[in-house]
């Protein structure tokens, strides 16, 4: 007995240590992400389950017998016969829910978090910018003649745009999982055109989920889109391809009505790809003037539209809750009024706080996706005032976020009031300046800022530039079309033009200036609304020719002027000539399709060498 008792003894199998368990543990994830598993894809692997029990012909050879073939979703048919995406190997993700996404956001993509307010925390990766240099417009003979051509617009043969897009097509074939979204741009049902985003990453579908209008269950159930995004963006660019100047590429194709990607993660060329096909289908097909604007609506129907790049206010500005929000970025303004493009925000969140941007911060929640920011990785919470990533930290999240959000985001009231933000680290521009018409074509064509930190690869400091109608990266035709438009429809609905510096007072960003007070100006807007600046006495800036109010309801009168408040250690009037100088010089490139009155609406100043 007692040798029977050793025998098994030696058999038993001694409790498994620590690291055995923690390898176990290990292999069951790496499992798991190897798998096409996916939350809002059960349903299908249930059903395979199923087909695999009622296979037929098994033998003891091929006890698994031969399986019936499974049929395929109307998007799986579509992506399959479009773009030859393996349907059979790859799981498509059609559609899933905000919840599935965060799931697999976690699981799947390094960097994501949940932070402490609810948002998803993503990392974009090496690119946390824009690319504008490696944007590609292909020249084809439907658009070819309406095109501006040039450092904006490069142009990439056809034969290299199928290349680029059988690489993008190549690399989503090799994933376990792709996702796809459906989604409206453009809330004016007879403009908008059907969006269809496919992408491998999680964090791009949630983005382009909250940044597209997204469709109710009807619509979504045989959406067949307008145009389709394919973001490859994990995946470089052969730069060895003719045209190619580095591994990232984000190419257009107004005749396939299609848009690739490679080389780049950042979710916002997704959103402003869109925006680039907006200024190109609403003008030459609708004659309807796409805008880079925010825009919001007073109690009265009153409509506002502020026009600026990235940094200069327009998210912040529009978010007022005395007045309803049409939208933050992008907008068009049709014969019946202005409608918002998108169905989210995307706002800058360097130095975001609950006291200056209550709106903002609150709408930072579940669904929203913080881009690139830093979190304490014990309590989750958010560190706005960190910059090690980025200085360009975003958060999308839905327009309906914002609590006094005008839904749908469409006004029959023509603009009453255009704004142009500017955001000038010379601190010579006024804070707040009241435009003629050939003024607010000059300014309008010139688009003067001063490009701010992180929204665009490689910029750390603020630079002065000058971008065509505000949106000059994003612009499809010349900017005079656009122009001419905007001068069309201000003159046609008498509406009132100002220019808006919430840049450096008293002097510039070098110099010892400090950036414009929110405080002052929500308060001069306060007061453009009310109509009680319009009844101040104003006064001639000098060089610009600019009118300036004197007083302004909440502003120290000694703000309001420049030339009053300056105490920077650089010559007041050498700066305000400098910036002069450039201003004219820039417009040179417009002046042969201006009028001599717009010509003659910029700065008086001599230019260097005439």
């Known amino acids: 007995m007692a040798s029977i008792k050793a025998s098994a003894a030696q058999h038993i199998r001694p409790a498994s240590p620590g690291p055995l368990a923690e390898d176990f543990a290990r292999q069951q994830v790496q499992k798991q992400q190897r798998s096409n598993f996916h939350s809002s894809s059960l349903v299908r692997t249930l059903s395979q389950a199923n087909m695999v029990s009622s296979s037929v012909n098994q ?70 910018g824009r690319s504008p240099s490696d944007k590609r417009i292909v020249e084809e003979e439907g658009s070819k003649k309406d095109v501006w051509w040039g450092p904006v617009n490069k142009a990439m043969t056809p034969d290299v745009w199928r290349i680029n897009r059988e690489r993008a097509i190549d690399y989503l074939n090799t994933r376990n999982r792709i996702y796809v979204v459906d989604g409206f741009a453009g809330w004016d049902e007879r403009y908008r055109i059907r969006v269809r985003v496919v992408c491998a990453r999680a964090y791009h579908a949630l983005f382009m989920r909250n940044m597209l209008i997204r469709p109710n269950r009807e619509e979504l159930e045989h959406f067949h889109p307008d145009y389709v995004i394919y973001n490859a963006g994990a995946f470089p660019a052969n730069r060895f391809t003719t045209g190619m100047t580095s591994s990232t590429s984000v190419a257009i194709n107004f005749e396939e009505k299609e848009m690739v990607i490679l080389g780049t993660e950042y979710a916002g060329e997704m959103k402003k790809g869109i925006f680039t096909v907006l200024f190109y289908e609403m003008p030459v097909k609708h004659q309807v003037l796409t805008l880079h604007s925010s825009a919001n609506e007073g109690k009265n ?20 809750p005395k007045r309803a929000l049409i939208g933050d970025d992008e907008h068009c303004w049709s014969d019946t009024g202005v409608f918002n493009i998108e169905g989210g925000c995307y706002a800058k969140c360097i130095g975001l706080s609950a006291e200056k941007e209550p709106d903002i911060f609150n709408a930072i929640r579940f669904g929203s996706v913080l881009e690139n920011v830093v979190f304490n990785p014990d309590t989750r919470e958010v560190d706005y005032d960190d910059s090690t990533l980025t200085e360009n930290t975003r958060c999308a999240y839905p327009i309906e976020y914002i609590d006094n959000t005008k839904i749908p985001c469409v006004s029959s009231g023509h603009p009453t009031n255009i704004i142009l933000l500017t955001c000038d680290a010379r601190g010579v521009l006024p804070p707040i300046s009241k435009l003629n ?94 109509g009680e600046l319009a009844k101040v006495e104003y006064e001639t800036y000098e060089t610009f020719n600019l009118s300036v109010p004197k007083t302004c309801p909440g502003v120290p009168d000694e703000l309001l002027n420049p030339s009053k408040s300056w105490t920077g250690t650089a010559d007041f ?25 717009v010509i003659k609406a910029g700065p008086d100043v001599k230019v260097e060498g005439q």
């Open 59 to 128: 033998t003891a050879l091929h006890p698994g017998g031969v399986q019936p073939q499974r049929e395929h979703t109307e998007i799986e048919e579509e992506l399959h016969e479009k773009a030859h995406i393996d349907y059979d190997r790859v799981a498509i993700v059609a559609n899933p829910s905000v919840a599935a996404l965060y799931e697999d956001a976690l699981v799947y993509e390094t960097g994501s978090a949940i932070t402490s307010s609810g948002a998803l925390s993503a990392y974009s990766g090496a690119k946390t």
């Open 301 to 320: 129907g009153d409509v506002t539209v502020f026009f600026g790049l990235s940094g200069t206010g327009k998210t912040t500005l529009s978010a007022d």
């Open 437 to 530: 018409s050939a003024q607010t074509m000059f300014h309008f064509i010139s688009g003067y800022t001063s490009k701010m930190a992180g929204t665009e690869q490689g910029v750390t400091e603020p630079q002065a530039t000058f971008s065509s109608c505000f949106a000059q990266p994003f612009l499809a035709l010349h900017p005079m079309r656009y122009a001419t438009m905007l001068a069309d429809k201000i003159s046609h609905h008498n509406a009132n033009a100002w220019l808006l510096n919430t840049g450096w007072v008293g002097a510039g960003a070098t110099t010892g200036g400090k950036r414009c007070p929110l405080k002052y100006t929500r308060a001069i807007l306060d007061a453009i609304h009310s």
């Open 573 to 597: 009037k050498e700066e305000v000539t400098k910036l002069g100088q450039l201003f004219v010089e820039n417009f040179k490139k417009y002046e042969d399709q201006a009028t001599e009155e």
